[in-house]
T-cell receptor, first 113, second 112 residues
Framework: QKEVEQNSGPLSVPEGAIASLNCTYS??????FFWYRQYSGKSPELIMF????GDKEDGRFTAQLNKASQYVSLLIRDSQPSDSATYLC?????????????FGKGTLLTVNP | DAGVIQSPRHEVTEMGQEVTLRCKPI?????LFWYRQTMMRGLELLIY????????DSGMPEDRFSAKMPNASFSTLKIQPSEPRDSAVYFC??????????FGPGTRLTVL
């Protein structure tokens, strides 16, 4: 089982719709969860992070975490063509010399005008 | 702040040559990370430093790869000798503590 799994997509949604991106992880000791956005040919940039079970909202973005199910998701409301990118889920366990960060392979999102 | 700076942005070399990639982290960040990204394998953590000390190099693919951080503002990733399968985009990222990582623009390496 891969440590961090994402559906590679592509996920295609119409403009204005809700895009739902999902990520599962295998390490139950994971503590921090991040969503990065990567435009084609660019570097990843942080969208949101979440540490506790439940929802965290920031503008059009909502991150959801369920540690019991080892599942983290990102919802994008009112999707815009500018949201078209690859979304990377990242999971962190530990800190200091025990720090371990793993990225998923990403989900390609296309928002159609 | 200028963000994470990487050089060169593009590198084309021939198999067997030495390649050196450079990174300047954001000032004040005490963690520095080197990643490799390919279509097949995604984004892979190669090595990371904390306060200039290498902490985990388990992601370094083989002995041909080495990384150094002689001071808080500079790190290098060296491949010697390079092989075509090393072709990828190499990212450097930095962070304060083990929080949000800020990525550099990347170096696109092509080994012929």
């Amino acid at each position: 089982q891969k440590e961090v799994e994402q559906n590679s997509g592509p996920l295609s949604v119409p403009e204005g719709a809700i895009a739902s991106l999902n990520c599962t992880y295998s390490d139950r000791g994971s503590q921090s969860f991040f969503w990065y956005r990567q435009y084609s040919g660019k570097s990843p940039e942080l969208i949101m992070f979440i540490y506790s079970n439940g929802d965290k909202e920031d503008g059009r973005f909502t991150a959801q975490l369920n540690k019991a199910s080892q599942y983290v998701s990102l919802l994008i409301r009112d999707s815009q063509p500018s949201d078209s990118a690859t979304y990377l889920c990242a999971v962190i366990r530990g800190g200091g010399s025990n720090y371990k960060l793993t990225f998923g392979k990403g989900t390609l999102l296309t928002v159609n005008p | 702040d200028a963000g994470v700076i990487q050089s060169p942005r593009h590198e084309v070399t021939e198999m067997g040559q030495e390649v050196t990639l450079r990174c300047k982290p954001i000032s004040g960040h005490d963690y520095l990370f080197w990643y490799r990204q390919t279509m097949m394998r995604g984004l892979e953590l190669l090595i990371y430093f904390n306060n200039n000390v290498p902490i985990d190099d388990s992601g370094m693919p083989e002995d041909r790869f080495s990384a150094k951080m002689p001071n808080a503002s500079f790190s290098t990733l060296k491949i010697q000798p390079s092989e075509p399968r090393d072709s990828a985009v190499y990212f450097c990222a930095s962070s304060r503590l083990t929080d949000t990582q800020y990525f550099g623009p990347g170096t696109r390496l092509t080994v012929l």
